[in-house]
Structure formats: C-alpha cells, structure tokens
Nanobody, 116 residues
Framework: VQLQASGGGLVRPGGSLRLSCAASGFRLDHYAVGWFRQAPGKGREGISCVSSFGGGGTYYADSVTGRFTISRDNAKNTVYPQMTNLKTDDTAVYYC?????????WGQGTLVTVSS
C-alpha cells in the first residue's frame, strides 16, 4: 500500500504545473483525497480536496481558488491538481493524503519552487 506524490519542480511566476498523487495497493477512488502544502517556516496548509466514490465534490482554499483544479483519473488510480498562474507564495512542499473512515495514507511530498 503506497501513495506517491510527484510532479514538483522549478517554475516561473505565472507558470503552470501539474502534480500527481498515485496510489498502489488500494483503490484511490474509494478515498477522499486532499492536498496540503508546507512553505518554509510555516505550518501545513490544506489547499484542496476531492470527495470519494465519484461524488464530485471539491474544495479549494481561498489562496488557490481560481488557480488550482483537482481531478481524478480512476483508470490510473491517480489524482491531479492542475496549478496555474503560480505565485512565489506557492513555493512549498506539497503532500497528498487519502482518507476513508479511519484509514489514512500520506504521500512523501514533492517540492514546488516558484521563482524567476
């Protein structure tokens, strides 16, 4: 059972990036999936979430509303946040979490650096 976050990197302000949260050993569509980030010297912030079992519900923090879109590809057992119009304040380590009842899995984190 594993959850792996990937796709981070260096991007310029105004640019776009798509992260991935891929599950192995369990069906990710059974789980609500959330994305969190932790910027240097700051606490962890919840930024986005998508509901389980095809419910279609999504949540975005004010800091990313209008710029981030979260989606699922159930065939690939993966959740993607598409990030656009990135700002320097988006620089952080990004983590994904899958949760269903009392079951919870965390990915290892992927670093996004927004800099010119």
């Amino acid at each position: 059972v594993q959850l792996q976050a990937s796709g981070g990197g260096l991007v310029r302000p105004g640019g776009s990036l798509r992260l991935s949260c891929a599950a192995s050993g369990f069906r990710l569509d059974h789980y609500a999936v959330g994305w969190f980030r932790q910027a240097p010297g700051k606490g962890r912030e919840g930024i986005s979430c998508v509901s389980s079992f095809g419910g279609g519900g999504t949540y975005y923090a004010d800091s990313v509303t209008g710029r981030f879109t979260i989606s699922r590809d159930n065939a690939k057992n993966t959740v993607y946040p598409q990030m656009t119009n990135l700002k320097t304040d988006d620089t952080a380590v990004y983590y994904c979490n899958a949760r269903w009842g009392d079951k919870s899995f965390w990915g290892q984190g992927t670093l996004v650096t927004v800099s010119s």
